[in-house]
């Protein structure tokens, strides 16, 4: 199983902010901003507060795939 976040910075586009909005505005480091964009894992305190942020539930910013369907696309 792998992380995406795709839903994340979908969300960001729709509600016209930047990468840089989230890192400032909900406390999170670029480096985990980083970490997220190479589909990394971070910890749920940090998927919290950009819920919080974001006023929406996890699964409106993340999902895992599983790497069976990764390689058949």
Same mark, same amino acid.
Do not use: H, P
């Given at each position: ?5 795709? *839903?994340? +910075? *979908? ?18 480091? +670029?480096?985990?901003?980083? *970490? ?15 819920? *919080? ?21």
């Amino acid at each position: 199983m792998v992380v995406s976040y795709k *839903k994340l +910075w *979908k969300l960001l586009i729709d509600k016209d902010l930047m990468k840089k909005d989230l890192q400032s505005n909900a406390g999170v480091s +670029w480096a985990t901003i980083t *970490k997220m964009s190479k589909g990394g894992t971070v910890s749920t305190d940090v998927l919290m507060r950009i819920c *919080k942020y974001l006023q929406c539930d996890v699964g409106d910013i993340m999902e895992f795939i599983d790497n069976e369907d990764r390689t058949e696309k």
